[in-house]
Structures are given as structure tokens and as C-alpha cells.
């Protein structure tokens, strides 16, 4: 089992798998480490939690600029504020 949690100083480290336990915080993984210690890690911080439906979609990327984003957002703010002309406003 590897750590791969970007910011634990052991992040990268290789443990020995003990097992895997439901706790009241979810589920997370004992193991061994380098000096056989044991040692509990969150499931998600693990090589071994399953892959993440939206993470995998996406694959690390995004489709729509921030700039967009932020644009569109203030369009339908101002849709449902009725700060913008509507259709029928604009017709003669």
C-alpha cells in the first residue's frame, strides 16, 4: 500500500497492509511502517481508495475557461435579479 495523500511528509512511502477497518471517521487502512510500527492512514490518502467517478471524467482537466464561467454567472445573476432587458422588451 503507497500514501499518496500531495501534502504528508510520507506522502509516496510504501506500508505493509494490515487490514482495512470502518471507524466512526470512515474508512481507513492499518499498516506497517519501515520500523514495524503500526500505523492508520484515512482510506483516501491511499493507493488503494477507489478512483474517484468525476476525478477520472474530467481527467485533470476542465472544458470551460474561468473567465466564462465568471461571465455566464453574472448573465444569470442579472437574469434573475431582471437587471437585463428581457425579449419582450426589445421588441417594437
Do not use: K
Request: aromatic share 8%.
Amino acid at each position: 500500500m503507497r500514501l499518496i495523500h500531495p501534502f504528508h511528509p510520507r506522502g509516496g512511502e510504501a506500508f505493509e497492509f494490515l487490514e482495512r477497518l470502518n471507524s466512526w471517521r470512515g474508512d481507513v487502512v492499518l499498516v506497517l511502517d519501515g520500523q514495524g510500527r503500526r500505523c492508520s492512514f484515512p482510506l483516501e490518502w491511499t493507493d488503494m481508495a477507489p478512483v474517484d467517478t468525476f476525478v477520472a471524467a474530467a481527467s485533470g482537466g476542465c472544458p470551460y475557461r474561468t473567465g466564462d464561467l465568471v461571465e455566464l454567472a453574472d448573465l444569470v445573476a442579472g437574469l434573475l435579479s431582471g437587471g437585463l432587458i428581457g425579449v419582450g422588451e426589445m421588441t417594437p
